[in-house]
Nanobody
């Protein structure tokens, strides 16, 4: 059974940083593209960043230069380092696997990120 467990969210002031983690089980992690997504209140879920099995990354234009996605295949974990956070980054953040536009996993609980002074 596939499980995706996000963690690391919290309340942070504008300009601050957070590091999100997503531990995956039930999949062959190393061969899958992994993605981070977010959903703000009243908005559609959107792709934030993705990393392929080979380590290639891509980012939404709104986070490019501020966020960094990485993966540790030995730990079956994907990370999202978020720097220079803005209030508009406030959302529930989720991870998933497979094609970034149509991920394969069920959405988990996510982790709440709130950027506010």
């Amino acid at each position: 059974q596939v499980q995706l467990a996000e963690s690391g969210g919290g309340l942070v002031q504008p300009g601050g940083s957070l590091r999100l983690s997503c531990a995956a089980s039930g999949i062959i992690f190393s061969i899958n593209t992994m993605g981070w997504y977010r959903q703000a209140p009243g908005k559609q879920r959107e792709l934030v960043a993705g990393v392929t099995s080979g380590g290639s990354t891509n980012y939404a234009s709104s986070v490019k230069g501020r966020f960094a996605i990485s993966r540790d295949n030995a730990k079956n974990t994907v990370y999202l380092q978020m720097n220079s956070l803005r209030p508009e980054d406030t959302a529930v953040y989720y991870c998933n696997f497979g094609p970034l536009s149509t991920p394969w996993g069920n959405w988990g609980q996510g982790t709440q990120v709130t950027v506010s002074s």
